[in-house]
């Protein structure tokens, strides 16, 4: 519950959802047993914490922003509470302030920085953007993973000026210039990457496309996705390795389901096949060793053994 994000919200703004609230039919539905260890099974400790970190959100200063700006900025930082899970957490659970909307761990996958300059590194623009968060998907991929339910049940619903307001937020009044990325030849490519190219044939081509142009209705591209992108490989090693279910977007757009290939490929391969579709199209120029890659696949299996 991101209370921490909503002390924000005004008064007006909280009695309109809790009227919406009241209309709808309650389900009966009884309260899951809670497992949680000491200290955190101690409810009590619960009004210490909020005394050190409930109220630490706060809105930076506005002045000389635009109005889009400022409703961008409370639609991000306080109804969407972007940050609850894209700003990284230390020991006591609450989000540092200092490194706000850098980028967060959350359930084994990283939500990755909002930051206007690393989202223009990444390619982003401001209709991107608008059209990522209303329908789905964009240029630079879809949603996936956390997000999605996202997209589901908030994002999709938000009205146009809301929607462009974000994104004037995330990415400035000015927006820094998108990064493009041009295709890295095969030749310019390390030897693991080259190898990859043909792991990439073997598993990935048949939806991605040869030349990773992707498929309308079937898979996203490889070039301007987002995920090759990131510098911390873990999100695009877990969707390799455990692939992601059947994606219904707005209006009559669907992604089919993309198996994983764990247990398919080696540690080897998955370090080949990463370091091509990162220097292909991700603009990511140093190898992954197989020390990484057991890393990433040991933090893998401790968060499913957490779950």
């Avoid at 009590?44 to 909020?50: R, S, V, Y």
Wanted: net charge negative; aromatic share 8%; hydrophobic share 40%.
């Amino acid at each position: 519950m991101p209370y921490t994000s909503y002390h924000l919200m005004p008064r007006e703004d909280a009695d309109a959802i809790h009227t919406y609230l009241m209309t709808v039919e309650p389900i009966n539905r009884a309260a899951p047993v809670t497992s949680l260890s000491f200290p955190f099974n101690v409810r009590l400790g619960l009004m210490g914490w909020n005394m050190l970190y409930g109220k630490d959100v706060k809105l930076a200063p506005a002045d000389g922003k635009s109005e889009a700006w400022k409703r961008g900025q409370y639609m991000v930082d306080v109804l969407g509470h972007c940050g609850e899970c894209h700003t990284p957490r230390g020991l006591p659970g609450a989000m540092q302030q200092d490194k706000r909307l850098t980028g967060g761990l959350l359930n084994g996958y990283l939500a990755p920085s909002l930051l206007a300059i690393d989202l223009a590194a990444r390619g982003w623009t401001h209709q991107d953007l608008r059209s990522f968060l209303k329908h789905g998907l964009s240029a630079q991929g879809t949603m996936f993973n956390e997000m999605f339910p996202v997209f589901h049940n908030s994002t999709q619903n938000l009205n146009d000026p809301d929607l462009a307001a974000m994104a004037t937020y995330l990415l400035g009044d000015q927006p820094p210039q998108a990064k493009v990325l041009a295709e890295v030849p095969l030749a310019k490519m390390t030897e693991s990457a080259q190898r990859g190219r043909q792991d990439y044939l073997n598993v990935c081509a048949g939806c991605h496309g040869v030349a990773g142009e992707g498929k309308p209705h079937i898979a996203v591209a490889m070039q301007g996705n987002t995920t090759l992108r990131l510098e911390d490989p873990r999100n695009l090693s877990r969707v390799i390795e455990e692939g992601i279910g059947e994606q219904q977007f707005a209006g009559f757009e669907r992604m089919q389901p993309m198996p994983g290939f764990a247990g398919k490929l080696d540690n080897q391969q998955l370090a080949d096949l990463l370091n091509y579709l990162r220097q292909a199209w991700g603009g990511q120029p140093a190898d992954l060793v197989l020390s990484q890659i057991e890393q990433l696949k040991a933090d893998a299996a401790t968060e499913h053994k957490a779950r």
